[in-house]
């Protein structure tokens, strides 16, 4: 079953806006993470929220977790041009050797 | 700051032909992982790799692939006989066990592996 995904697909804003990415999933989890990725670079780890926090703040970053909706949402407010990237959910469950689910991803555009 | 390292950053290679992908860990870090991202698509595990032998697999990593930890620091993925669908990128991970052995892993720049 997939895990992990994404809406929008795309998104583009003007700086200094907030931005919005939800990600859903379908099994349990004891984890989600958010993940960041430049066009053609490796992945960079954002945040983890564990299954039993319902919100977490890193800067400009907040993440929502709603085990009830299976579902998280990533806020970045106060974008920047150089916050343009792809976004990515990840899902991970204990003791299954330490793998993440990873969802479609959001491309976000910011605009300066 | 430690990071994964991986080489080459791009490999062509005819189909059929066997490649190894190598990739340098973070030093503490227990746990190894492969993933790949095929263009323009999602990041899809691959395998886990910790003391010494695979952890988990996905159903992407048949007899076709394997991996090894030769020495105290390379991890390597092999793809024995490359077809045209194996053409990605290959994302090598590694993470310091967390809570329940899941926790943020950190990522090389990738490994672009090109089958004509």
């Known amino acids: 079953s997939q895990q992990g995904e994404e809406d929008p697909q795309a998104l583009s804003i003007q700086e200094g806006e907030n931005a919005t990415m939800n990600c859903s999933y379908k099994t349990s989890i004891n984890n989600l993470q958010w993940y960041r990725q430049n066009s053609g670079r490796g992945l960079v780890h954002l945040i983890l929220i564990r299954s039993n926090e319902r919100e977490k703040h890193s800067g400009r970053l907040r993440v929502t977790l709603d085990t009830s909706k299976k579902s998280s949402s990533l806020l970045i407010t106060a974008s920047r041009a150089a916050d343009t990237a792809s976004y990515f959910c990840a899902t991970g469950r204990y003791n299954q050797g330490g793998k993440l689910i990873f969802g479609q991803g959001t491309e976000l555009s910011v605009k300066p | 700051e430690p990071e994964v390292t991986q080489t080459p950053s791009h490999q062509v290679t005819q189909m059929g032909q066997e490649v190894i992908l190598r990739c340098v860990p973070i030093s503490n870090h227990l746990y190894f992982y492969w993933y790949r991202q095929i263009l323009g698509q999602k990041v899809e595990f691959l395998v886990s790799?910790?003391?010494?032998?695979?952890?988990?697999k996905s159903e992407i990593f048949d007899d076709q692939f394997s991996v090894e930890r030769p020495d105290g620091s390379n991890f390597t993925l092999k793809i024995r006989s490359t077809k045209l669908e194996d053409s990605a990128m290959y994302f090598c991970?590694?993470?310091?066990?967390?809570?329940?052995?899941?926790?943020?892993?950190?990522f090389g720049e990738g490994s672009r592996l090109t089958v004509l």
């Open positions: 991970a590694s993470s310091f066990p967390g809570q329940g052995n899941t926790g943020e892993l950190f």
């Open positions: 790799f910790y003391n010494n032998e695979i952890s988990e």
